[in-house]
């Protein structure tokens, strides 16, 4: 049980917090949290679709260098995607190079 004390600084509280973030509020009073944003993908998804390109264009002229390129760009296009989605790194070194802050 809450003492009168406690009643009020809550009642304090929510006053507050309906004034400053009244959206906050309703979906704290309804149960439901505020859906968390999505990171946009689309940028992503061009950087691919021009990598394969470049990777395409290698292996049709059979260039080392712009197979490595394209490669590469795919891998690391898939890497940053990964790490949007909050996924860890597959393998724990990698986890402990760039997961320091």
Partial sequence: MLSQ????QLELISSRLHIEDPGLARSLRDGRPRPAPMPRRWPLA???ILAALILAAGVATASGGLIFVGALALWCIAWVNRRQAGRPARFRIWSRIFNRR
């Fill in 5 to 8: 004390y406690d009643r009020q």
């Fill in 46 to 48: 061009i950087l691919a």
